[in-house]
T-cell receptor, first 112, second 119 residues
Framework: GNSVTQMEGPVTLSEEAFLTINCTYT??????LFWYVQYPGEGLQLLLK?????DKGSNKGFEATYRKETTSFHLEKGSVQVSDSAVYFC???????????FGTGTRLLVSP | GAVVSQHPSWVICKSGTSVKIECRSL??????MFWYRQFPKQSLMLMAT?????????EQGVEKDKFLINHASLTLSTLTVTSAHPEDSSFYIC???????????????FGPGTRLTVL
């Protein structure tokens, strides 16, 4: 079946450090891939997405590239800020935004 | 983005009682809403797809008589956990599609979740 594996957290970084959160997936066919972010007390928000191999999704300085050969969609940011502290979820779907399959989430803590 | 609210944000109940959780799309109409459940340190698991004016579609392994879903209007879906037991304690999250919610490109907007604790 379809599944998403992402690195366990928490990931603790200092402000302006480089961020990588690993995400790999198992799926039949060619799913769409997503990163969602959840700030404290709020609902999940779409951060970025990619719908086909080699696509790069980007938003707010974050980016991730759909790598079919390694079945990965790692999230990166060159310089994190304290305001980036949140839980990040990797997800996939075979049907656009419908029936999302999520990873377990990775908590990011950024200190000043 | 569009806003989805959930009420209550947390609830504690006694074993054997029923609990209702509301999910509202505040500034848009949603033909389709989704209900998820999240256990500590685990993924969000899709429980069911809620369709306005018709029966919900449940995922395999989810008891439809246990988790009653009603989608009475285009802005409200409710999840009722009937005869709750401690193993039902979890974090319940809903989402709603911005353009009705059923098509391939309808981005899902998520509520903040409801934490249920059954004693």
């Amino acid at each position: 079946g379809n599944s998403v594996t992402q690195m366990e957290g928490p990931v603790t970084l200092s402000e302006e450090a480089f961020l990588t959160i690993n995400c790999t997936y198992t799926a039949t066919g060619y799913p769409s891939l997503f990163w969602y972010v959840q700030y404290p007390g709020e609902g999940l928000q779409l951060l970025l997405k990619a719908t086909k191999a080699d696509d790069k999704g980007s938003n707010k300085g974050f980016e991730a590239t759909y790598r079919k050969e390694t079945t990965s969609f790692h999230l990166e940011k060159g310089s994190v800020q304290v305001s980036d502290s949140a839980v990040y979820f990797c997800a996939l779907s075979r049907t656009g935004f419908q029936k999302l399959v999520f990873g377990t989430g990775t908590r990011l803590l950024v200190s000043p | 983005g569009a806003v989805v609210s959930q009420h209550p944000s947390w609830v504690i109940c006694k074993s054997g009682t029923s609990v209702k959780i509301e999910c509202r799309s505040l500034d848009f109409q949603a033909t389709t809403m989704f209900w998820y459940r999240q256990f500590p340190k685990q993924s969000l698991m899709l429980m069911a797809t809620s369709n306005e004016g018709s029966k919900a579609t449940y995922e395999q392994g989810v008891e439809k008589d246990k988790f009653l879903i009603n989608h009475a209007s285009l802005t409200l879906s409710t999840l009722t956990v009937t005869s709750a037991h401690p193993e039902d304690s979890s974090f319940y999250i809903c989402s709603a599609g911005g353009n009705g919610g059923a098509s391939f490109d309808d981005e899902q907007f998520f509520g903040p979740g409801t934490r249920l604790t059954v004693l």
